[in-house]
């Protein structure tokens, strides 16, 4: 790591010393939250979270080897050096400012209501054709994620794609201070966090935050196709659109959807005309495609690279990862929910072959529409021609109610619990369905892709 000396930590966290000068010269290894992971010169950061109290465990990360805690408080007799903050957690997000500052390198910030992960991957397989990239591991996009992606910064890096996630006003310019973005890229504004956000309005005020803190030079990549981000006001700076009608400036023509095998297009730019094959399940992976092109030209890459950084693409656990058995497909898209993605997977259905079946859970932060936009969700698939649609929690209920609002041969059934819907599995999926999961992350829909796997 870059200058992460103790000497400089202390004035980038503003905090105060305790402990032995003659190690103030000393730079830390790596940096880590739990005891458990803690070694020789680290930098242990004790974080009071929901279940547990890191403060509790300073002495086990000295005896791990800690060069250095950062806290909020002084423990009694620490075995090593201890920097006092006001907040461990803002201190990692002004360390990790300060560590950026140490490269200068571009630095792409992803963010959306759908398709961030998928995007920040699709990007740095781009990206990395001609760079070497950093990008954001699984999806620790939050207060504390963004900050470790940062650390992980090295020198040989020429770029980075940081996906930042957030679901109240004001995290985004915390992050965006943390991260320092000269590119944004804004996937699409959905029904995503409307307990907090209160609107789609309200969502697309949060997240363009990212543009307070970017410079006039920045670049802002957005998708044409959503109509809140097509009127974005993008303060003066570049501006890229990505899309599927003619006005966009990276566009898809020619779009042929394969089922499984994901789908091909041609990407068009000016004159540049890029043949692209996304190996992925899902329509919305073609705009995934898309924003990765739209990044890669801005970067200078050929034609070539980004239709084989396309091509190289591989989905996340969780996001849209096809699972063919000897009985069904799955299609295993139950790591995060909202009205938008549900139907973008069950539009993507359209060209699979036999019944196809949605099992469905609970989509959770939406606050007083949670009810009208469960309902809406059970009438598309309907109207879309799912043959079988299943569901449990509590306001799932209401996807079957919009099931059998709308005139169609599509069966619901609504379970009192993921248990008992587990145990009905082998009487209502028949050999050959293609099945889509999908829930919020805390449902733990894994539960239900691991059960069909088994019949």
């Known amino acids: 790591m870059r200058r992460l000396s103790l000497e400089n930590i202390i004035p980038a966290v503003h905090g105060s010393y305790h402990g032995d000068s003659a190690l103030l010269c000393r730079e830390v290894s790596f940096i880590v939250t739990n005891s458990l992971d803690a070694g020789t010169g680290c930098l242990f950061a004790a974080i009071k979270g929901d279940h547990t109290d890191g403060h509790r465990y300073i002495n086990d990360a000295f005896e791990a080897g800690a060069l250095c805690v950062i806290a909020e408080r002084l423990p009694e007799n620490p075995?090593?050096?201890?920097?006092?903050?006001?907040?461990t957690e803002e201190a990692l997000r002004e360390l990790a400012s300060?560590?950026?500052?140490?490269?200068n390198i571009p630095v792409l910030g992803i963010t959306g209501s759908v398709g961030k992960t998928t995007t920040?991957?699709?990007?740095?397989?781009?990206?990395?054709?001609?760079?070497?990239?950093?990008?954001?591991?699984?999806?620790?996009?939050?207060?504390?994620?963004v900050p470790f992606t940062i650390f992980r910064l090295r020198d040989e890096h020429e770029l980075a794609v940081v996906e930042m996630g957030i679901n109240h006003f004001g995290e985004m310019r915390r992050l965006t201070h943390t991260a320092m973005p000269d590119m944004a890229l804004f996937t699409n504004i959905g029904f995503?966090?409307?307990?907090?956000l209160g609107n789609r309005e309200g969502v697309l005020k949060a997240k363009s935050e990212m543009l307070e803190g970017m410079p006039e030079s920045g670049v802002v990549f957005i998708n044409g196709d959503d109509d809140l981000l097509s009127e974005m006001d993008c303060r003066g700076m570049k501006r890229v659109v990505f899309g599927t009608t003619e006005d966009c400036?990276?566009?898809?023509?020619?779009?042929?959807?394969l089922g499984v095998r994901g789908s091909v297009c041609d990407i068009v730019s000016g004159e540049?005309?890029?043949?692209?094959?996304?190996?992925?399940?899902?329509?919305?992976?073609?705009?995934a495609a898309l924003a990765g092109a739209a990044v890669g030209l801005q970067m200078g890459l050929t034609d070539n690279e980004i239709s084989a950084g396309i091509l190289e693409y591989e989905p996340v656990d969780g996001r849209s990862s096809v699972i063919e058995t000897e009985y069904c497909i799955i299609i295993d898209d139950c790591y995060n929910s909202n009205p938008s993605s549900v139907l973008s997977g069950i539009q993507s259905m359209e060209a699979m072959q036999g019944r196809k079946v949605c099992i469905l859970g609970d989509m959770l932060e939406l606050g007083e529409s949670a009810d009208g936009l469960h309902y809406s969700v059970g009438?598309?698939?309907?109207?879309?021609?799912?043959?079988?649609?299943?569901?449990c929690g509590e306001f799932s209920q209401q996807v079957c109610e919009g099931v059998r609002g709308v005139s169609s041969k599509t069966a619901s059934w609504s379970f009192p619990s993921k248990e008992e819907l587990i145990a009905m599995l082998p009487r209502m999926i028949e050999k050959g369905d293609a099945v889509l999961v999908k829930a919020s992350h805390s449902i733990k829909f894994d539960d239900i892709v691991n059960a069909l796997k088994e019949l």
Request: zero cysteines.
């Open 272 to 287: 540049r005309r890029i043949s692209a094959k996304i190996t992925a399940f899902g329509a919305h992976m073609v705009y």
């Open 98 to 103: 300060f560590y950026r500052m140490q490269f």
């Open 192 to 196: 995503s966090h409307l307990e907090f």
């Open 379 to 391: 009438k598309a698939a309907a109207e879309e021609g799912v043959d079988l649609v299943l569901t």
């Open 120 to 145: 920040k991957e699709m990007a740095a397989s781009v990206l990395s054709q001609r760079f070497s990239t950093l990008k954001t591991e699984k999806n620790l996009n939050n207060e504390l994620g």
């Open 249 to 257: 400036d990276v566009r898809a023509e020619n779009l042929e959807l």
């Open 79 to 87: 075995a090593g050096a201890v920097i006092i903050v006001r907040s």
